[in-house]
Nanobody, 130 residues
């Protein structure tokens, strides 16, 4: 059962922009918080950005000032706007969600296993050419 539906990724030239979306098909009776993670070939999965509701947003140092995460609760969709993309941003991007923002933060910081979150998307490939 697919519970998070991600948009397709794409290939862009360095300096370009791309926006990913992630639609949440989980129960509408709970509020869910979204995060974006990425995994490059040969590297471990790392967190990119978190939307924590009233607690605000968090970004990895590598994307601060370039990426923006937002969440449209009426559409139950999260977005990751990526600007000034660089070849080192090439990776498979995954969205993830949980109704507990503290757990989402704990997974992002490596203090909780990834499989403790409510759901993960299947991934969107983003390739940045130089």
């Amino acid at each position: 059962q697919v519970r998070l539906v991600e948009s397709e990724g794409g290939t862009v030239q360095a300096g370009g922009s791309l926006t990913l979306s992630c639609a949440n098909a989980l129960s509408p009776t709970k509020t869910y918080y979204m995060g974006w993670f990425r995994q490059a070939p040969g590297k471990e999965r790392e967190y990119v950005a978190l939307y924590l509701g009233a607690s605000g947003t968090q970004y990895a140092d590598s994307v601060k000032g370039r990426f923006n995460i937002s969440q449209d609760n009426t559409k139950r969709t999260a977005y990751l706007q990526m600007n000034d993309l660089q070849p080192e941003d090439t990776a498979m991007y995954f969205c993830a969600t949980d109704h507990n923002p503290s757990l989402l933060f704990a997974v992002a910081t490596g203090r909780a296993p990834p499989d403790t979150l409510a759901a993960w998307g299947r991934g969107s490939q983003v390739t940045v050419s130089s």
